[in-house]
């Protein structure tokens, strides 16, 4: 599975919604805290884009020297419908200034120093060191996983329904009819399926890949045979 670092930098690089919150500062709009950019130096530090006259952004620039704390929380929801959409969610606190360099007219960036960081998700609940926040790796699907899970659900939905045989009982726990399987979740090492029951009810199963897969074509490569493992 992926590690609690993984999973983190893997939500703070994807395009999951996030704001950075400010202890004791209040906006009128809640997107004013919503950074419209955002990337991982190689010390593990955040770097937020924002514009140049965001509550925010002056509230760096007031701070000057001092450490002003900040917290970045960002929100995973799952790009299909289905029951429970959040999947998770993650946090990074620290420090914030604003970044040397040149941002753009009318921009700024804010570089936020972790601290700490944490995730809850899908795999549970856990704290992430600094260093190990740095030195994880985003997971390489990330950059395409809503549109191939947008894609299985729309466009295999026959193929995702024959993942049940894979279940044993578990499948037909709740009656005869077998119910409807929307892929939730996807990741180097597997996919993660959920099954939603005709009663309202719902459980995950979780199809591990052979072995891990590095891009898009080793993941059709990994899909056809999960799919073929169904049909037999």
Known sequence: MPSAAERTRTLVQSTCSAVLLVP???VIHPDQLMPDSRSIGPD?????????????????????????????EITDVAPVSVPHRIRGRARIAGWLTAARGPAGAGRTTLRLETGEASVDDLWGAEEVEPEDFRDAVA?????????????????HAEQMGSLSALLGGRARAGGEQVPAAVPVALDRFGLRVRFVEHAGSCFDARFDFPEPVRDVTGLRRAMYTLFEAASH
Do not use: K
């Not at 530090?45 to 020297?65: E, I, K, N, W, Y």
């Open 139 to 155: 997971d390489p699907l990330v950059a395409h996983e809503t549109e191939l899970l947008q894609h299985l659900h729309a466009a």
């Open 44 to 72: 593990g530090d955040l770097f937020l884009g924002f514009p140049a006259d965001s509550p925010v952004a002056r509230a760096a620039a007031r701070a000057q020297g001092d450490e002003l704390a900040a917290v970045l």
């Open 24 to 26: 004791g500062l209040s």
